[in-house]
């Protein structure tokens, strides 16, 4: 169980600040550089503040130990549609397999958080079935 908990932690500490931190900090500090990932791909300016938010309300939702299991499910889900659809973007538009790339790793390690989640769920729910 604690190895479970550990390679949850690593991977999802690491979505937490890839995917929420990171794009979260550009509207403070860097306002200039908030839809440069979305413009090039022809994406209105609206939308990247949008994928920001969802994106930083996903994150924290990971990170949060006791809530919903249903809210979890959805900001996982959230989360892997939002990187679908970027990978999606980049094969449409530029082509850059780099960009493609950087989406499909990071969808891997979104992966191994929600599997070591629903290990470690699982791992709780029978302990307290068999006591």
């Not at 973007?89 to 070591?116: C, E, F, Q, R, T």
Request: charge should be positive; hydrophobic fraction near 50%.
């Amino acid at each position: 169980m604690k190895k479970y908990k550990i390679i949850f932690w690593i991977a999802t500490i690491i979505i937490f600040l890839w995917e929420g931190l990171m794009p979260l900090s550009t509207i403070v500090f860097a306002p200039e550089y908030v839809n440069a990932g979305t413009k090039p791909l022809g994406y209105p300016d609206y939308f990247a503040y949008a994928l920001i938010i969802f994106k930083g309300l996903g994150t924290i939702a990971l990170i949060i130990p006791n809530l919903h299991p249903k809210l979890k499910e959805w900001a996982y889900a959230g989360l892997t549609f939002n990187l679908i659809f970027a990978v999606i973007s980049h094969i449409a538009v530029d082509k850059n397999i780099g960009y493609i790339l950087m989406p499909v790793v990071v969808g891997i390690i979104l992966a191994v958080s929600y599997i070591y989640n629903q290990k470690i769920r699982t791992h709780g729910e029978n302990r307290l079935q068999n006591h």
